[in-house]
């Protein structure tokens, strides 16, 4: 089972909002406000809409520290927004909820990118950038 009908309802959104995306191996890319925004198609459950921030950060050994208290700071204090390292060593912030079959993208959508962008935000105040 996969959440191809969220996937589904998020490209008639998009289309519909004027936004350009592409079909990836992982789910939907888009661009929203000059930032990259990824859906990814979970495939072990159907309810779960799942957008990712990547690459907002590179870690290295100077900053990893650094880096994992602001992560920790933003997961903490966003409920549904997690920031965290990848295994390549650069920072992702993800909104993850669950969704019903239907769920309202033209309230969900803005509010999850608003949260995404202030939740970069807060990471990059928290390492005084």
């Not at 992560?71 to 912030?93: L, R």
């Amino acid at each position: 089972m996969d959440n191809s009908n969220l996937k589904n309802l998020l490209i008639d959104f998009l289309a519909g909002e004027g936004y350009r995306y592409k079909e990836t191996d992982f789910g939907l890319e888009f661009k929203s406000n000059g930032l990259t925004i990824l859906f990814i198609n979970s495939s072990n459950d159907e309810q779960i809409f799942q957008l990712i921030l990547p690459d907002i950060y590179e870690v290295n050994d100077d900053n990893e520290l650094a880096v994992l208290q602001a992560t920790n700071k933003v997961t903490y204090g966003f409920k549904v927004v997690k920031a965290y390292v990848t295994n390549s060593k650069s920072v992702d912030v993800s909104f993850q909820i669950l969704a019903d079959s239907t769920p309202e993208l033209n309230e969900l959508l803005p509010r999850a990118i608003r949260m995404l962008e202030q939740a970069r935000e807060e990471f990059y105040r928290d390492l005084g950038i």
